[in-house]
Nanobody
C-alpha cells in the first residue's frame, strides 16, 4: 500500500525551529513532487511549500517564504520541511503529500497524503 508518514512535529517556542520529515513507503517518491500543507483549528487546509520531483524547483506560500525551506532526499525516499523563526500562527497539523510530476499549491493535485503531524508554537 502506498503511504506517506510525517514526523518531527512537536511543541516549540516562538522563534524556534523544527524539521519535519515525510517518508514514503510502497512507492518510489522520486517520481513525485512533494507538497506540504497545514490545517489550523477552525481553518481550511492551506498550502505551505512544495518541491519538484528532482528537487530543482521549490514553491512557497508567502506566509512562510524566507522562514521555511523544503527539500528532499530521493535516496532516502524522504522529503523535509525545515521551519525556522516559527510564529504562533504557524500552529497547525502539517501534512505532506505526493503529486506525480507536479508541485502544485492545490491540494486536489496530490495523490497521496500522510496522516499529519502536530506543530504547536507557543510560549
Amino acid at each position: 500500500q502506498e503511504q506517506l508518514a510525517e514526523s518531527g512535529g512537536g511543541l516549540v517556542q516562538p522563534g524556534g525551529s523544527l524539521r519535519l520529515s515525510c517518508s514514503a513507503s510502497g512507492f518510489t517518491l522520486d517520481a513525485y513532487a512533494i507538497g506540504w500543507f497545514r490545517q489550523a483549528p477552525g481553518k481550511e487546509r492551506e498550502f505551505v511549500a512544495s518541491v519538484s520531483w528532482s528537487g530543482g524547483s521549490t514553491y512557497y506560500a508567502d506566509s512562510v517564504k524566507g522562514r521555511f525551506a523544503v527539500s528532499r532526499d530521493n535516496a532516502k525516499n524522504t522529503g523535509y520541511l525545515q521551519m525556522n523563526s516559527l510564529k504562533p500562527e504557524d500552529t497547525a497539523v502539517y501534512y505532506c503529500a505526493a503529486s506525480r510530476g507536479s508541485f502544485s499549491d492545490f491540494a486536489a493535485e496530490y495523490e497521496y497524503w500522510g496522516q499529519g503531524t502536530q506543530v504547536t508554537v507557543s510560549s
